[in-house]
């Protein structure tokens, strides 16, 4: 069980985050959508401590999640990652086995095939030798996701998976989701889209900068909520 409580953050004495209450149990795909800037990101960087938090705790299975961290996969937006970084596919799902094995050490034939299985289910092994740089969007997605997988975690955090990705990469995210649920693993994902994609998730979070509704969709994702969450952009949003 995931349990963030009385989690708020502020930048410069600017309230970014106030108060998150939340829980996501094992087994469980939770999605996490609010308007630009309503602290999405804000609140998974708090709870990972990458960013600091003037307020709350975070546990998960009844320990701090910061003496945890082995156990969490994170991919962050793609915007925040360095395409340019000469780095094959390969070697960027490795890096997940490098946490385990130590920088320096030659990885072990459980990580290799940890990592080859792992980009086998995302349909990029056959471009193992390629530079990330040089794929697509949606290939790129898929690679971190493959690290993600690699790491065996058991809490995984996704930042916007869907943008810029193509039709067969969403499909393939989506399943990949629903085989870690099936394995009982914990899973937070921060969703841009407020249409159809939202049908996948148990629960839903609306947030901006506080928790406006969290449960299934069709609870939170109410004119009001929306109205709540989005005020004036909600046709923005929605479109």
Same mark, same amino acid.
Request: charged content about 20%; glycine content about 8%; some cysteine.
């Given at each position: 069980?995931?349990?963030?409580? @009385? ?44 960013? =600091? !938090?003037?307020?709350? !705790? ?18 962050? $937006? ?6 340019? +970084? ?9 890096? *997940? ?5 130590? &920088?320096? /050490? /030659? ?5 290799? #095939? &940890?990592?080859?299985? *792992? ?5 990029? +092994? ?13 290939? $790129? ?12 975690? =058991? ?35 921060? =969703?841009?889209?407020? @249409?159809?994609?939202?049908?996948? +998730?148990? /629960? ?5 900068? $506080? ?6 969709? #069709? ?5 009001? =909520?929306?109205? *709540?969450? +989005? @005020? ?8």
């Amino acid at each position: 069980m995931l349990q963030v409580q @009385g989690l708020s953050v502020s930048y410069r004495d600017v309230l970014a985050l106030q108060n998150i209450n939340c829980e996501v149990a094992p087994g469980e795909l939770v999605g996490i959508v609010g308007p630009n800037g309503a602290g999405k990101s804000t609140m998974v960087k708090a709870m990972l401590g990458l960013v =600091n !938090s003037a307020a709350g !705790s975070i546990q998960f299975c009844g320990l701090p999640l910061s003496r945890q961290l082995l156990q969490v996969a994170y991919v962050p $937006q793609r915007s925040q990652i360095d395409w340019d +970084y000469p780095i094959t596919v390969w070697h960027v799902a490795m890096m *997940a086995r490098t946490v385990h094995a130590g &920088l320096f /050490r /030659r990885p072990s034939r459980q990580s290799r #095939e &940890l990592v080859q299985a *792992a980009l086998e289910r995302v349909g990029m +092994y056959e471009l193992r030798d390629r530079r990330i740089g040089e794929l697509s969007g949606g290939q $790129q997605q898929r690679v971190f996701i493959a690290r993600a997988l690699a790491k065996q975690a =058991n809490l995984l955090i996704f930042d916007e998976p869907f943008t810029g990705v193509d039709r067969k990469t969403e499909d393939i995210i989506f399943d990949v989701f629903h085989e870690l649920k099936a394995q009982a693993k914990t899973l937070l994902v921060i =969703n841009h889209d407020l @249409g159809e994609t939202l049908n996948h +998730y148990d /629960r839903i979070m609306l947030l901006n900068k $506080q928790v406006i509704a969290v449960g299934p969709k #069709e609870v939170v994702m109410t004119a009001q =909520n929306l109205q *709540a969450a +989005y @005020g004036d952009a909600l046709k923005f949003a929605a479109a």
